[in-house]
């Protein structure tokens, strides 16, 4: 059973930044597919960014160019550094866990709430 913690929300004005962490534990982080994902309120809940457990990433068209995902498997923690940031990225953002080598098993964090506004 992997747990996930989320921190790093909040409240932000326009055009500010925020970086979001995640940590996990109760399993080997290192096999974990890592992503971030957002639900905004009336909308489905959407891939924001993606690391593999190689290094890989990919991004949301919409948020390409402003966050960027990275992850330090020594600290079994996952980050979402957000800049630029926008009215329309308000959002609860979750991160999740999933791995090959624990197949069928995906993990949820509570979710942190991040809010753009002026």
């Known amino acids: 059973q992997v747990q996930l913690v989320e921190s790093g929300g909040g409240l932000v004005q326009p055009g500010g930044s925020l970086r979001l962490s995640c940590v996990a534990s109760g399993d080997i982080f290192s096999i974990y597919d890592m992503g971030w994902y957002r639900q905004a309120p009336g909308k489905e809940r959407e891939l924001v960014a993606a690391i593999a457990r190689g290094g890989s990433t990919n991004y949301a068209d919409s948020v390409k160019d402003r966050f960027t995902i990275s992850r330090v498997n020594a600290k079994n923690t996952v980050y979402l550094q957000m800049n630029t940031l926008k009215p329309e990225d308000t959002a609860v953002y979750y991160c999740?866990?999933?791995?090959?080598?624990?197949?069928?098993?995906?993990?949820w964090g509570q979710g942190t709430q991040v809010t753009v506004s002026s």
């Open positions: 999740n866990a999933n791995s090959q080598f624990r197949p069928g098993l995906g993990y």
